[in-house]
């Protein structure tokens, strides 16, 4: 072992040490939002860190403070997470301690992820994914080029998912190890077992330890070492990591670890622990000290490493204290990355022969941006060159840009969602598909902790750049697994933005704005207007738009626009997606009185324009695919009724489907189900009567 190498490490270890002392010896202090610390762990954590490179994605868990500072993190840095002040370096006093986001030239960047206990796996292996990608199409390594350092510029970069033992049982783990290992990609797994959950143990809770769970994995490659003895664990990684950087394969590292401090500052050891004397026993304090001495450093050169330790986490600790905290101010900013389209551009309606379906539309507007933009690629469950999707709206994509860029997943759907994070982190623009909206309640976890709070969690640093497709709807007896409507669940998802089109021109210019806008969209596309075969629906055919055409977010179209008629009943439907189709069958005879407003995007939402034309028609109806109980079209009418009340001259009111738990196979149960031109029309009449 390198003495310099050996005298860092120790250096490192001994400030994790010296921070988890001074927050215990100054428990009231800290303790006012919750914390871990890496006590028992740095050996390990320190072993890793040491050698990762600026080109380099980590992914550290809660309790890697000791892997933090060993990439270069100082004790202030990680103090002012502590303390939750504005100037911390992470999140902006956001997120709890040692849940970093980093993206610094000299250092690994570190993506946002959530309290990993186990989701971080997806959006690394996620990571580990686009950088393969980006080898095979011979897209340049950004992070490699800015690099300080010229002596490792042109190493491979690699991936570090750090892993508490307890997180392996997830569900999501297997998701991640299982596309590690069909694609062999570049991440290493690095598993921290200390034998604990929270107040459960491992003999309560797992059925093996993750190195006997990897062997499952064809392609995994799992080793076992002492993650308390430093040196041990160093050669280790060492040999670990070039096999990554020169095999591009994964492999987990198993590191078996004490934990000599509490769960969380929140949950005290000492409530439930009946082992900490045999912990303390494994310490890699003592260990490494001694590793010193026998590599010939003196008793007190290793005292005065440790004294400068202590004495700088003490100087950090007084400095953080005295840092400012965030204003209200700070709460409202980094919610979304700013968008370049903010204007409709380019060609709606140009000379074309004919219309074409709505599900074309979106396939030219993908064929188009994967033609000029070797980043964009598209990949979900049988998207690929075999059938290009159950709805072939990714028919010939294969054949035209390779199985490296158009590709099947297993059936992952938090895969598929979550991953999207680790492949924008490397500059890439995915575009994935969940098959069914049915097929989406897996994907959520994902959607809802890691794609949609990047952008806010990490303080604006990583902005999740990615489109999912989302099929939905009800459409000739799909039944009660491929039918449903969810908007109002994603509508209640802060930080994505949501389109809803009821046309194909509608569909090509969202999907072109969203391609291009650095923030996470999902566009939910009917399948009942794919083709347009239900009977009403030839509104959803168009002239293809231009190649250059794109929608803005957040701009409903005015569909039959009116004057303000005082001797006539006036009204105003809002609606979106099937629902356009409705309202505009049912407003045949009398389309001179009602206002129709397509919303487009659900999320920004156009309440200008709905507020402009309820003050101006004075009666309005909402119309959705969703049972109305709780659901997102009722929220807009609780709205209107709060900002339009004056000019109202009747209740705001919505029809929707029947509130049952899902929509039957047979077709007579279905049509009963759901909303209908005859049941929007029936309403439209009540409505203009009150």
Same mark, same amino acid.
């Given at each position: 072992?390198?003495?310099?190498?050996?005298?860092?490490?120790?250096?490192?270890?001994?400030?994790?040490?010296?921070?988890?002392?001074?927050?215990?010896?100054?428990?009231?202090?800290?303790?006012?939002?919750?914390?871990?610390?890496?006590?028992?762990?740095?050996?390990?954590?320190?072993?890793?860190?040491?050698?990762?490179? !600026?080109?380099?994605?980590?992914?550290?868990?809660?309790?890697?403070?000791?892997?933090?500072?060993?990439?270069?993190?100082?004790?202030?840095?990680?103090?002012?997470?502590?303390?939750?002040?504005?100037?911390?370096?992470?999140?902006?006093?956001?997120?709890?301690?040692?849940?970093?986001?980093?993206?610094?030239?000299?250092?690994?960047?570190?993506?946002?992820?959530?309290?990993?206990?186990?989701?971080?796996?997806?959006?690394?292996?996620?990571?580990?994914?686009?950088?393969?990608?980006?080898?095979?199409?011979?897209?340049?390594?950004?992070?490699?080029?800015?690099?300080?350092?010229?002596?490792?510029?042109?190493?491979?970069?690699?991936?570090?998912?750090?892993?508490?033992?307890?997180?392996?049982?997830?569900?999501?783990?297997?998701?991640?190890?299982?596309?590690?290992?069909?694609?062999?990609? !570049?991440?290493?797994?690095?598993?921290?077992?200390?034998?604990?959950?929270?107040?459960?143990?491992?003999?309560?809770?797992?059925?093996?330890?993750?190195?006997?769970?990897?062997?499952?994995?064809?392609?995994?490659?799992? @080793?076992?070492?002492?993650?308390?003895?430093?040196?041990?664990?160093?050669?280790?990684?060492?040999?670990?990591?070039?096999?990554?950087?020169?095999?591009?394969?994964?492999?987990? @590292?198993?590191?078996?670890?004490?934990?000599?401090?509490?769960?969380?500052?929140?949950?005290?050891?000492?409530?439930?622990?009946?082992?900490?004397?045999?912990?303390?026993?494994?310490?890699?304090?003592?260990?490494?000290?001694?590793?010193?001495?026998?590599?010939?450093?003196?008793?007190?050169?290793?005292?005065?490493?440790?004294?400068?330790?202590?004495?700088?986490?003490?100087?950090?600790?007084?400095?953080?204290?005295?840092?400012?905290?965030?204003?209200?101010?700070?709460?409202?900013?980094?919610?979304?990355?700013?968008?370049?389209?903010?204007?409709?551009?380019?060609?709606?309606?140009?000379?074309?022969?004919?219309?074409?379906?709505?599900?074309?539309?979106?396939?030219?507007?993908?064929?188009?941006?994967?033609?000029?933009?070797?980043?964009?690629?598209?990949?979900?469950?049988?998207?690929?060159?075999?059938?290009?999707?159950?709805?072939?709206?990714?028919?010939?994509?294969?054949?035209?840009?390779?199985?490296?860029?158009?590709?099947?997943?297993?059936?992952?759907?938090?895969?598929?969602?979550?991953?999207?994070?680790?492949?924008?982190?490397?500059?890439?623009?995915?575009?994935?598909?969940?098959?069914?909206?049915?097929?989406?309640?897996?994907?959520?976890?994902?959607?809802?902790?890691?794609?949609?709070?990047?952008?806010?969690?990490?303080?604006?640093?990583?902005?999740?750049?990615?489109?999912?497709?989302?099929?939905?709807?009800?459409?000739?007896?799909?039944?009660?697994?491929?039918?449903?409507?969810?908007?109002?669940?994603?509508?209640?998802?802060?930080?994505?933005?949501?389109?809803?089109?009821?046309?194909?021109?509608?569909?090509?210019?969202?999907?072109?704005?969203?391609?291009?806008?650095?923030?996470?969209?999902?566009?939910?596309?009917?399948?009942?207007?794919?083709?347009?075969?239900?009977?009403?629906?030839?509104?959803?055919?168009?002239?293809?738009?231009?190649?250059?055409?794109?929608?803005?977010?957040?701009?409903?179209?005015?569909?039959?626009?009116?004057?303000?008629?005082?001797?006539?009943?006036?009204?105003?439907?809002?609606?979106?997606?099937?629902?356009?189709?409705?309202?505009?069958?049912?407003?045949?005879?009398?389309?001179?009185?009602?206002?129709?407003?397509?919303?487009?995007?659900?999320?920004?939402?156009?309440?200008?324009?709905?507020?402009?034309?309820?003050?101006?028609?004075?009666?309005?109806?909402?119309?959705?695919?969703?049972?109305?109980?709780?659901?997102?079209?009722?929220?807009?009418?609780?709205?209107?009724?709060?900002?339009?009340?004056?000019?109202?001259?009747?209740?705001?009111?919505?029809?929707?489907?029947?509130?049952?738990?899902?929509?039957?196979?047979?077709?007579?149960?279905?049509?009963?189900?759901?909303?209908?031109?005859?049941?929007?029309?029936?309403?439209?009449?009540?409505?203009?009567?009150?």
């Amino acid at each position: 072992m390198n003495k310099e190498t050996l005298q860092k490490g120790f250096s490192l270890l001994c400030t994790a040490k010296a921070m988890a002392t001074l927050y215990e010896d100054n428990f009231k202090q800290v303790s006012k939002y919750v914390h871990a610390t890496s006590r028992g762990h740095e050996a390990i954590q320190c072993a890793v860190g040491m050698q990762l490179l !600026p080109q380099d994605y980590a992914f550290p868990y809660y309790r890697d403070d000791a892997m933090l500072l060993s990439i270069g993190m100082r004790p202030y840095d990680l103090m002012l997470q502590l303390l939750a002040k504005k100037d911390d370096p992470f999140s902006g006093g956001r997120t709890y301690y040692s849940h970093p986001s980093l993206r610094e030239t000299d250092k690994p960047k570190i993506p946002h992820q959530s309290s990993a206990t186990g989701m971080q796996t997806i959006p690394a292996t996620g990571v580990a994914m686009g950088m393969k990608y980006k080898e095979i199409q011979g897209i340049e390594d950004q992070a490699a080029k800015d690099s300080p350092f010229d002596d490792t510029r042109d190493l491979n970069p690699i991936t570090v998912c750090s892993l508490g033992d307890a997180s392996v049982t997830e569900g999501e783990i297997a998701e991640a190890f299982q596309m590690a290992a069909l694609k062999q990609l !570049p991440i290493l797994y690095l598993v921290q077992d200390n034998g604990w959950d929270i107040s459960a143990n491992a003999a309560e809770t797992r059925a093996q330890n993750a190195a006997e769970y990897a062997e499952g994995f064809k392609g995994l490659d799992a @080793v076992s070492i002492d993650g308390a003895n430093f040196i041990e664990s160093y050669e280790t990684l060492k040999k670990v990591i070039k096999t990554i950087r020169d095999e591009r394969r994964p492999i987990l @590292v198993h590191a078996k670890v004490p934990l000599l401090n509490h769960h969380t500052s929140g949950v005290r050891m000492e409530w439930y622990r009946d082992d900490l004397e045999e912990a303390r026993s494994r310490d890699p304090y003592p260990v490494i000290k001694q590793q010193l001495l026998d590599h010939g450093f003196s008793a007190e050169a290793v005292d005065k490493i440790e004294a400068d330790a202590i004495a700088q986490v003490k100087t950090d600790f007084q400095e953080a204290l005295k840092a400012e905290d965030p204003t209200p101010a700070d709460l409202f900013t980094h919610d979304f990355a700013p968008t370049p389209v903010t204007a409709e551009v380019g060609e709606r309606s140009p000379e074309r022969e004919e219309k074409v379906v709505m599900v074309d539309c979106a396939l030219f507007a993908v064929e188009e941006l994967m033609r000029e933009h070797k980043e964009c690629l598209l990949y979900g469950q049988d998207v690929g060159g075999r059938l290009g999707g159950v709805f072939r709206e990714a028919a010939t994509l294969a054949q035209k840009f390779s199985d490296d860029r158009v590709f099947n997943t297993p059936i992952q759907e938090a895969f598929i969602v979550g991953s999207t994070v680790g492949m924008s982190a490397v500059g890439l623009k995915p575009i994935v598909e969940v098959q069914f909206a049915d097929y989406i309640w897996p994907g959520l976890n994902q959607l809802f902790t890691e794609v949609s709070r990047s952008c806010y969690l990490s303080n604006g640093k990583w902005p999740v750049s990615m489109i999912l497709r989302v099929p939905i709807g009800a459409y000739g007896s799909g039944g009660p697994y491929h039918s449903s409507s969810v908007e109002s669940v994603l509508t209640n998802i802060r930080g994505i933005k949501i389109a809803y089109p009821s046309n194909g021109a509608d569909l090509k210019g969202l999907m072109k704005a969203a391609y291009h806008d650095p923030n996470p969209v999902v566009i939910l596309e009917h399948k009942g207007l794919y083709w347009s075969k239900v009977p009403g629906t030839k509104g959803a055919t168009s002239i293809e738009p231009s190649e250059d055409y794109m929608l803005p977010f957040g701009k409903a179209n005015v569909l039959q626009e009116i004057w303000k008629q005082d001797e006539k009943e006036t009204m105003t439907v809002i609606t979106y997606g099937m629902g356009t189709h409705w309202a505009m069958n049912a407003s045949e005879g009398q389309r001179e009185h009602i206002e129709i407003i397509d919303l487009r995007t659900l999320f920004p939402l156009d309440e200008e324009t709905i507020i402009e034309s309820v003050k101006k028609t004075g009666k309005c109806l909402v119309v959705t695919e969703e049972p109305v109980n709780n659901s997102f079209a009722r929220s807009i009418a609780g709205m209107i009724q709060e900002k339009c009340f004056k000019y109202l001259d009747a209740p705001v009111m919505v029809i929707g489907s029947e509130n049952m738990p899902a929509i039957p196979l047979n077709s007579t149960l279905e049509q009963t189900m759901i909303p209908s031109t005859k049941k929007v029309k029936a309403k439209i009449d009540e409505l203009m009567k009150y």
